[in-house]
Every structure is written in structure tokens, then in C-alpha cells.
């Protein structure tokens, strides 16, 4: 049980000092509001003194504004001043540490075991900008901030029904992070709804910084390479899946919004799909799902084949990738490997590094290391231009930029080892573990796996707005199975 | 959130599908057939038929609870014919992992060593089992639209080659070939799993069978004559008529369609593996006690290794025969178990 608030000014001041300790931040300060000893409590750099001063102290401070009782001055506050507090009192100090950390200022009144809370918030945090990960050519350029009632308002701005509801709760046992929850009412599955609020609120961490953190929370135990949440950093993106039934979750602190239940084909899909002609979208999309499999497969079916069966390969090339061969110390598959490795050493350079040392890193990487590799025969060309290929294949779909690393470097082992039998029975299981996904009761692979109508509407291909308008598509309408075999 | 169920056992119908044509496109390394096109139809439709015909009869006498029996193994009865079923199964998961091996010999220049295939092989089914039916029939979906896809890809890039005087043609077909074409009619094992599975069979799965049936008996019967348009008479002289043709097959600079095809089979006779690797185990399952459960898929895996020892010793012709009546024993089985049960009551 929460521990309550006393009605002694003293020993509220006493145990909330000792909450917060000597921490420099913590502003207290005694004042007389209307005859009645009182006390303002903030952090500064979170809330701000003179917007205190503008909303209340001010008008508090008129010599004929004056209460006898405590209780008639939290009375007059609460219910019959035009000063805009909050709704809601504090009545115990876990309410006043989550008031005074979310930037208001808690006013302590001598004689009342309630205090009045105040949105004076003030803090500073980067302002709303086009977000770096997802770029479209058409559509909003707003993406979202680290300030997590910012990110509410700029979804709140594009779905102005009172259909959009926004729950929020607290996680991190350390941080007491807020986390906000939206779904649509009448399009979000009742069911679902209740699933995530229930495994959001049960997720026992230590520490929340991003809604990364909570994934594995609602997700299955068994190991998949893929995931079944995603992830956006755009408003309209947010707002279109919550449009489709789907959950977003936010956390305080971070810009990137989780979307729930997510499919793979939503890998493939971006906002500026439908703005576009549909056709054109289509093969957008087909293009995408191209470049995926090159990312995962290429390197290893080169090397398989390479290596097993060369024979496939036209004569010239042939020649040409046995004479890089000969030139080379390591095997095929060795080599594949290491270029895969070295691609990865400097993706994770550039990444850390400031972004203007990040950039001369990648030049010195690609032009200096990879051609003096090549030269001094250490890494046959070929190998690097299948490398090469891959990487670029790999950024067309950023969000599996995960998943297809690692497949990359499995399918090469695999094709290097035991050739296109390896290629074939990696490949079975690679279908089998996206197959065998589920994402909150719906196949992960929905709606290609099992196959359903929706796959033409707006699955690997997009139909045209008329016919997306007539189906009307939510969540809901995607397959799901029982079976009670398994 | 179940708003829109999709009938697991209308998943069943692609599964079979791949698991049954696979045959048609990977044959088990025997003396050619030589059966003509023409033959080859009726024998396809013969076949069909026969099985339609059985599983009608099965599914009409057999109810869903008598089923549930069987599968749980508590009687002796049920015990016997799931003894039976495991034996069919892993005889022909045997079966179909010498084949495997054998096909992946005969199209790489540079085979892996038999065991390490057959590993493989099974490792990969083990994952699929693992994984459970649900998951199986999903990725069964996936790998029929790439088999159909590579069905129609062998058709176009072959049709340049096929010449319509290649056909032969016997006014009275049946003269000379009705034994043979009622000697190939085959009862394949993978019927076996679906009745281990627990769904009503005898509504909506008992049409899906019928109906992968049918495609299959249409897609081996175009398979044959595909095959002869384009090489004639050899055709039924081939071990491989449809590798054959992939590997003559072309389309403007690309003439190695073969490769792909190749990879697309691996992945049906792979899917084919699984199914009779659970068709075992769902056997074993059955017959061991409740407690020994973890033991019934390393158990499923050594009797198909032993199955497959039992294969490659015994000429492939052989077997085909034996699993086809094994089969037919096994429904036979059930039916006997079914009508016993009758009686009891």
C-alpha cells in the first residue's frame, strides 16, 4: 500500500526530501498562499517557476484572497479558481514522486493531506523533425521526439475521432517509465487489447529506455529470427496502423513507436505505397521482396555453386572467378564470410562514430582496405562484388536488416559446406521458422501463409485506392488458424 | 482475436500435393518405366481413382472418434495398427530419403557424402516436426505456389522443343499395358499421416485429399506427356524424364532452369520427409507410454534411418510394392480396428 500523505506541512516536506534526497535539482520552497502556510515543490529544468508564477502565484498573492482554513484554500484551488490545475490531487508520495518527475509542481498545503498539481512542464527536447531512418518522397516529413506527450499530440492530430484512445502506465522498476498505448476502439480486437495491456503491465525490467526493450515481453518464447512487432518513427505511419486495428506502444524517452501485431509483408511496405499509383507501388514492393532474397541468398548460392556446382556458370566467368580463386589464400566460403565480417565492422564504425569521422571510416573501408585487399590478393573480386551486392540489397529493407546479417552469413557456411543441399535445407527452415510464427494469434506470414484474398489487396502487391477503400481492411480480417495438434 | 478462422484441414490439401507430385518429378532410381504418355494418363487416372475410391470408403465407414482411438493407442487393437502405420511410414520415409540422396547424387557434379545428405536431410525434417503440422502445412502453401510456379516455368521454357509428332498414339491402349498401368497404380504412405491428425477427416479433410489426389494425377499425367512431346520415345527410357527436360529446357540466354528446379524439388522432397517423419511419430507416439513422449520423435528418426538402410539394400521396385500394400494393409487396419470397435459397443 501506498504511503499516504500526512496533513503535517513538515513531515510531507521531511519525506519527500528524503525521496529525493540532495538531489541539486529539487526546488522546494515555503509560501504563504491566501494565510495558509504552503509549499512549492519542482525540478527545475523539468518545470518552470515563472510559468508557476503566471498561472497561480500571482493571483494567490491579492490581499483579498485570504482563507481561514487549509481545507477551504484546497477547496477554492480544486474547484472554484479558473487556475488550470490538474484534475486529479496528490493523495500518497508515489503520486507526487510521478508528478514532480513528469515536470508539474506539486503544491503542499499545511493541514490538507492532499496536494494540488500544476502543468508548469518546461523541459527542453529536440523538436519535431523528418525522420532520419524512414524517408519518403511524399507525405508528412514530421517524425516523432523523445517526449512522449509530443508524440501523443502528433497522432492525436491526424486521427481527430474520439474512436483513438490512449492508455498509459508505467514500466521499469528503476525509471518508472511512462508507456502510452493507442488503438483504435472500434477496429482493435478486444482480445488483443486486453493481451498487451496485460503482458505490458506484467514485463518486469529493470530499466526502460525504448519500447525495444519490451518486445520480448509480448512476443513468443520460441526463438525466431524475425520479429513480431515493428517499429516506426512517423506519426502517419502510427496513425495508419492504428487506423488498421493494430496497437502502437510508446515510451517516454524514445522517438521510435512500436507497431503490434506486425507482418511480414509490412517489411516490404512503406507510406509513400500509397500515395503512389498502385501499379507502380506493386513493383515497388515486388523489387523489395527481390532484394531481400538476394541479401540472404546470394552470397551463399554463389559460393554453392561456386564451389559444387560450377558447371552452371558461363565459361568466362568461370574462368575469371577460378583465376581469382587461385589468387587467393582462403577458401570460397572463408572468404565470403570475411567480407561479410569486414562489412559489418564497418557499418557498426560508421555507425558509432561521429557522423563526419563516421563517413571518412566508410571511405577508407571501402576504397582503401577493399581495393588493397583485392590487390594483394587477400579477397578475389567476384566474392567482393557478390558482398557488395548483398550490403546493397540489405539496405532496401532496413527493417530486416537483422534477420538477413545473420541468414547472410549462415546461408554462406551452409552453401560452403555441404553445397545446394545445405542452400535447400536452410532455405526449408528459414520458410518453416517464418511459417511457424505467429504474431497475436495471426500467422506471422499472413496474409501469404495461409494464402488469403487480401495478399492482392495490399500484401506483396497493392491494389488501387478504389478497391483498398471498398474492402476496408482492419486486423481482423487477416486469417487466423486453430489447430489443436501441436 | 480468431475473427476469421481459416479450416486448418483446407491447408492439407497443398501439403499432399507437394508430397505426392514429388514423386512425379523425382522418381525413385528403377529401370525406366517405359510406359508411353498415353499410358501413363490412364495409369495417372487409374490411380486417382483407386484412391478416391478407397479413402471414400474409409472415410464413410471410419468415424472421427474411432480415429481418436487409434491414434491414442490405449487398446491392443490400436496398438497393432499403429504398429503397422510406423512401420509403413518410416519405411517410406526410408524410401524417400534414398531417394532424396540418390537424386541430389545424380544432379551434383560434386556430391556430399551420403550420410552427410541423409543428415541433413533428416535434421531439417526433425525441425519441420519440431516445429509441428500447423507450421508444416504453411510452409507446404508456400513451397506448392514455387512448385506450381516452377511447374509452368519448365513448361514454357520446354515448349520450344516440343514437337506434337513426338506423341504416341495406340488405338487400343489397354491391349498391352493394363498390367503394367495396373501394376503402377500406387497407395502412397503420406495418406497414412493425415489420418494420425486430429480433425474431423471425414468432411472437409476427406475432399481435400481427394482433391490434391486429382491435381496430382493431373499434374503426373502432364508431367508424361510434356516429357514425350519433347523427347519422344526416349522419354519413357529416361531415369529422370523431368530433370531431362529442365535440363534442355531454356528461355532466350538462360538455359540453366535446371538449378532452380532443382532447388525448388529439394524443397518438396524436404517437405515430403517431414510429413512422413510426423506420420512416424505420431505412430510412436501411440504405441510408447505417456512418460516416454520425448522419446517418440529420436525414435521416429531411427526407425526411418533403418527404413532407409532397409531401402537402399532392397531394389527400389520392391519397395514401391511393399509400401503400396503396406498401405492398403494399414487402412485395412484401421477399418478392422473401426468395426471392432462396432461390435464392442
Known amino acids: 500500500?501506498?504511503?499516504?500523505?500526512?496533513?503535517?506541512?513538515?513531515?510531507?516536506?521531511?519525506?519527500?526530501?528524503?525521496?529525493?534526497?540532495?538531489?541539486?535539482?529539487?526546488?522546494?520552497?515555503?509560501?504563504?498562499?491566501?494565510?495558509?502556510?504552503?509549499?512549492?515543490?519542482?525540478?527545475?529544468?523539468?518545470?518552470?517557476?515563472?510559468?508557476?508564477?503566471?498561472?497561480?502565484?500571482?493571483?494567490?498573492?491579492?490581499?483579498?484572497?485570504?482563507?481561514?482554513?487549509?481545507?477551504?484554500?484546497?477547496?477554492?484551488?480544486?474547484?472554484?479558481?479558473?487556475?488550470?490545475?490538474?484534475?486529479?490531487?496528490?493523495?500518497?508520495?508515489?503520486?507526487?514522486?510521478?508528478?514532480?518527475?513528469?515536470?508539474?509542481?506539486?503544491?503542499?498545503?499545511?493541514?490538507?493531506?492532499?496536494?494540488?498539481?500544476?502543468?508548469t512542464q518546461s523541459m527542453q527536447f529536440r523538436s519535431v523533425s523528418e525522420p532520419s531512418g524512414e524517408g519518403n518522397v511524399r507525405g508528412s516529413r514530421e517524425g516523432f521526439t523523445e517526449l512522449l506527450r509530443v508524440n501523443l499530440s502528433l497522432v492525436r492530430r491526424l486521427i481527430r475521432t474520439g474512436d483513438l484512445v490512449v492508455e498509459t502506465m508505467t514500466a521499469g522498476e528503476r525509471t518508472q517509465t511512462e508507456l502510452a498505448m493507442l488503438y483504435h476502439r472500434q477496429l482493435a480486437p478486444k482480445a488483443l487489447v486486453e493481451t498487451i495491456r496485460r503482458k505490458l503491465r506484467t514485463a518486469q525490467l529493470p530499466f526502460v529506455f525504448d519500447t525495444g526493450y519490451l518486445a520480448p515481453f509480448l512476443q513468443s518464447k520460441r526463438f525466431s529470427f524475425f520479429q513480431s512487432v515493428g517499429y516506426t518513427e512517423r506519426s502517419d505511419t502510427a496513425a495508419a496502423k492504428i487506423c488498421e486495428g493494430k496497437i502502437i506502444v510508446m515510451a517516454n524517452g524514445s522517438p521510435f513507436a512500436m507497431i503490434v501485431p506486425y507482418f511480414f509483408t509490412e517489411n516490404f511496405a512503406s507510406m509513400d505505397d500509397y500515395s503512389e499509383k498502385a501499379y507502380f507501388a506493386s513493383l515497388v514492393r515486388l523489387f523489395k521482396y527481390t532484394a531481400f532474397f538476394l541479401a540472404v541468398l546470394l552470397q551463399g548460392v554463389f559460393v554453392s555453386v561456386a564451389t559444387f556446382t560450377p558447371e552452371l556458370l558461363p565459361d568466362t566467368m568461370l574462368y575469371k572467378i577460378a583465376a581469382g580463386e587461385q589468387a587467393t589464400p582462403l577458401p570460397l566460403f572463408l572468404e565470403a564470410l570475411l567480407v561479410t565480417f569486414l562489412l559489418e565492422i564497418v557499418r557498426e564504425a560508421g555507425l558509432r562514430l561521429p557522423r563526419p569521422i563516421g563517413h571518412s571510416v566508410s571511405l577508407v573501408a571501402a576504397l582503401i582496405v577493399g581495393d588493397a585487399a583485392v590487390n594483394a590478393g587477400l579477397l578475389s573480386t567476384p566474392v567482393v562484388i557478390a558482398a557488395a551486392l548483398s550490403a546493397i540489397c540489405t539496405f532496401v529493407v532496413p527493417s530486416l536488416y537483422e534477420p538477413i546479417t545473420v541468414l547472410r552469413s549462415l546461408f554462406v557456411l551452409a552453401g560452403g559446406i555441404f553445397g545446394p543441399i545445405g542452400i535447400a535445407a536452410l532455405l526449408f527452415c528459414m520458410v518453416l521458422n517464418l511459417c511457424g510464427m505467429d504474431s497475436f494469434g495471426v500467422p506471422y506470414l499472413s496474409p501469404v501463409a495461409p494464402p488469403s484474398r487480401i495478399v492482392w489487396n495490399d500484401g506483396i502487391v497493392r491494389a488501387n485506392w478504389r478497391k483498398l477503400a471498398a474492402e476496408n481492411f482492419s486486423v481482423s480480417d487477416l486469417p487466423s488458424e486453430t489447430w489443436g495438434d501441436d | 482475436m480468431k475473427q476469421v478462422n481459416v479450416s486448418p484441414e483446407r491447408q492439407i490439401a497443398p501439403l499432399l500435393f507437394v508430397a505426392l507430385s514429388?514423386?512425379?518429378?523425382?522418381?525413385?532410381?528403377?529401370?525406366?518405366?517405359?510406359?508411353?504418355?498415353?499410358?501413363?494418363?490412364?495409369?495417372?487416372?487409374?490411380?486417382?481413382?483407386?484412391?478416391?475410391?478407397?479413402?471414400?470408403?474409409?472415410?464413410?465407414?471410419?468415424?472421427?472418434?474411432?480415429?481418436?482411438?487409434?491414434?491414442?493407442?490405449?487398446?491392443?487393437?490400436?496398438?497393432?495398427?499403429?504398429?503397422?502405420?510406423?512401420?509403413?511410414?518410416?519405411?517410406?520415409?526410408?524410401?524417400?530419403?534414398?531417394?532424396?540422396?540418390?537424386?541430389?547424387?545424380?544432379?551434383?557434379?560434386?556430391?556430399?557424402?551420403?550420410?552427410?545428405?541423409?543428415?541433413?536431410?533428416?535434421?531439417?525434417?526433425?525441425?519441420?516436426?519440431?516445429?509441428?503440422?500447423?507450421?508444416?502445412?504453411?510452409?507446404?502453401?508456400?513451397?506448392?505456389?514455387?512448385?506450381?510456379?516452377?511447374?509452368?516455368?519448365?513448361?514454357?521454357?520446354?515448349?520450344?522443343?516440343?514437337?506434337?509428332?513426338?506423341?504416341?498414339?495406340?488405338?487400343?491402349?489397354?491391349?498391352?499395358?493394363?498390367?503394367?498401368?495396373?501394376?503402377?497404380?500406387?497407395?502412397?504412405?503420406?495418406?497414412?499421416?493425415?489420418?494420425?491428425?486430429?480433425?474431423?477427416?471425414?468432411?472437409?479433410?476427406?475432399?481435400?485429399?481427394?482433391?490434391?489426389?486429382?491435381?496430382?494425377?493431373?499434374?503426373?499425367?502432364?508431367?508424361?506427356?510434356?516429357?514425350?512431346?519433347?523427347?519422344?520415345?526416349?522419354?519413357?527410357?529416361?531415369?529422370?524424364?523431368?530433370?531431362?527436360?529442365?535440363?534442355?529446357?531454356?528461355?532466350?540466354?538462360?538455359?540453366?532452369?535446371?538449378?532452380?528446379?532443382?532447388?525448388?524439388?529439394?524443397?518438396?522432397?524436404?517437405?515430403?520427409?517431414?510429413?512422413?517423419?510426423?506420420?512416424?511419430?505420431?505412430?510412436?507416439?501411440?504405441?510408447?507410454?505417456?512418460?516416454?513422449?520425448?522419446?517418440?520423435?529420436?525414435?521416429?528418426?531411427?526407425?526411418?534411418?533403418?527404413?532407409?538402410?532397409?531401402?537402399?539394400?532392397?531394389?527400389?521396385?520392391?519397395?514401391?510394392?511393399?509400401?503400396?500394400?503396406?498401405?492398403?494393409?494399414?487402412?485395412?487396419?484401421?477399418?478392422?480396428?473401426?468395426?471392432?470397435?462396432?461390435?464392442?459397443?
Not at chain 1, 515536470?103 to 494540488?116: E, H, N, R
Request: net charge positive; with cysteine; hydrophobic share 55%.
Open chain 2, 22 to 345: 514429388v514423386d512425379a518429378v523425382v522418381r525413385p532410381f528403377v529401370v525406366p518405366d517405359q510406359i508411353s504418355a498415353q499410358s501413363a494418363v490412364w495409369a495417372a487416372a487409374f490411380s486417382a481413382v483407386s484412391v478416391c475410391a478407397v479413402c471414400a470408403v474409409f472415410f464413410r465407414v471410419v468415424s472421427d472418434r474411432s480415429l481418436r482411438l487409434l491414434r491414442s493407442g490405449r487398446m491392443a487393437q490400436a496398438k497393432a495398427v499403429l504398429l503397422l502405420f510406423a512401420a509403413v511410414t518410416a519405411l517410406s520415409g526410408g524410401s524417400s530419403l534414398v531417394t532424396t540422396e540418390r537424386f541430389y547424387r545424380y544432379v551434383s557434379d560434386e556430391p556430399t557424402l551420403s550420410l552427410i545428405t541423409a543428415a541433413i536431410v533428416l535434421l531439417a525434417a526433425l525441425y519441420a516436426v519440431s516445429r509441428g503440422m500447423l507450421t508444416m502445412t504453411r510452409a507446404a502453401g508456400v513451397i506448392c505456389v514455387l512448385f506450381a510456379a516452377g511447374a509452368a516455368l519448365l513448361l514454357i521454357s520446354a515448349a520450344g522443343s516440343m514437337r506434337i509428332e513426338n506423341l504416341s498414339f495406340s488405338a487400343y491402349p489397354f491391349s498391352g499395358a493394363a498390367l503394367r498401368i495396373t501394376t503402377s497404380c500406387v497407395f502412397p504412405a503420406e495418406l497414412l499421416c493425415f489420418l494420425l491428425l486430429k480433425l474431423p477427416m471425414h468432411k472437409s479433410g476427406a475432399r481435400c485429399i481427394r482433391r490434391a489426389v486429382v491435381w496430382m494425377a493431373l499434374f503426373f499425367a502432364g508431367a508424361a506427356v510434356a516429357a514425350e512431346l519433347v523427347l519422344g520415345a526416349r522419354a519413357a527410357q529416361q531415369m529422370q524424364p523431368l530433370h531431362t527436360l529442365a535440363r534442355l529446357g531454356g528461355l532466350s540466354v538462360f538455359k540453366r532452369f535446371d538449378a532452380l528446379h532443382v532447388g525448388i524439388w529439394l524443397l518438396a522432397l524436404l517437405m515430403k520427409q517431414s510429413l512422413l517423419l510426423y506420420g512416424t511419430r505420431t505412430a510412436v507416439r501411440g504405441l510408447l507410454p505417456e512418460r516416454a513422449a520425448n522419446a517418440c520423435l529420436p525414435a521416429a528418426m531411427a526407425l526411418t534411418l533403418a527404413g532407409a538402410f532397409v531401402c537402399a539394400a532392397v531394389p527400389q521396385r520392391v519397395v514401391g510394392v511393399v509400401l503400396s500394400y503396406g498401405t492398403l494393409a494399414a487402412f485395412g487396419g484401421a477399418l478392422l480396428f473401426s468395426k471392432c470397435l462396432g461390435v464392442e459397443q
Open chain 1, 1 to 119: 500500500m501506498a504511503e499516504q500523505l500526512t496533513k503535517s506541512l513538515l513531515e510531507n516536506k521531511i519525506r519527500i526530501k528524503e525521496m529525493f534526497g540532495d538531489c541539486v535539482d529539487f526546488y522546494t520552497k515555503d509560501v504563504t498562499l491566501c494565510g495558509c502556510r504552503c509549499c512549492i515543490c519542482m525540478f527545475e529544468g523539468l518545470s518552470s517557476i515563472e510559468r508557476l508564477w503566471i498561472m497561480m502565484l500571482d493571483i494567490l498573492s491579492q490581499p483579498h484572497e485570504l482563507r481561514r482554513e487549509p481545507e477551504d484554500l484546497f477547496d477554492y484551488l480544486m474547484r472554484r479558481t479558473a487556475i488550470p490545475l490538474e484534475s486529479r490531487s496528490c493523495v500518497c508520495f508515489d503520486d507526487v514522486r510521478t508528478q514532480l518527475t513528469a515536470g508539474t509542481s506539486v503544491i503542499l498545503i499545511d493541514g490538507v493531506a492532499q496536494a494540488v498539481v500544476l502543468s
